[in-house]
């Protein structure tokens, strides 16, 4: 057995939050919500921290997503015994990893939701029985231009030759210069693209009427941050690659 010593409450070592837990052979490590406490960890220590719900504003793009999510349940119960079989036995296939970076499988509904939210996500067909895992090329981020007189954010990308994955664009809202890390602060974000006609690989994409209606006009951001995230979609199988994310400043 050890000590190991923990922030309660405040993730930043608050010396008036400090607590000591005693890990043993059988608990290692806490991650997760336990009735009203958030195990977690940072860069400095393990910490717990009180459960907070979230002000849920049940915005328009919430509400599609949770009636996309509603009708991939329904077409799940709606399948054939013999295709929701091949979904169950697939998970094997497609193993993921846990907070803790343990391998583990997920169920066959959670897999079939999945891949076929990527689809929809990219406005392919869904797929009623799971596909052949195959690896997912990343599409390289070239550069992001930001005009913000105009309005205009363009984000230059580029696939492997003959590799037609589709990308999906995450943004954020305008943020603090100071803050360099985000996870759930993403927003899914249309958007339009042109070829490069030197280049079939390489994409333009224009985001900055999609940006300014969702988040505000940008002169009002001068100086702060965002960040960008690009996750390739195969269209055919649904399967995604590994997302490349930057952060960008307005100017």
Known sequence: MYFKRVAIGNPFFNSKTMASIKYSALISEMRGKLNGTVFSRNHYAAYARNKVTPYNPRTDRQQKI??????????????????RDAWNQAVYNFLRTNIFGDTYKPSGINLFIRINMN???VRRDRLLLPPKPAPVDSIKIILIE???????????????????????????RPLSPGINFVKSEFRILDFSYNADPSNPQRYY?????????????LPNFIGQIFFVKVLPIDSHTGLNGIPIQERVIIH
């Open 119 to 121: 689809l929809h996500n």
């Open 66 to 83: 949770r009636a996309v999510f509603a009708e991939l349940s329904k077409t799940w119960r709606l399948l054939h015994q013999e295709q």
């Open 205 to 217: 994409l224009k985001i900055g009427p999609q940006y300014v209606e969702k988040f505000g006009a």
């Open 146 to 172: 930001i005009d913000a007189t105009n309005n205009s954010i363009t984000i230059i990308i580029e696939s492997l030759p003959g590799i037609t994955h589709i990308p999906i664009l995450s943004v954020t």
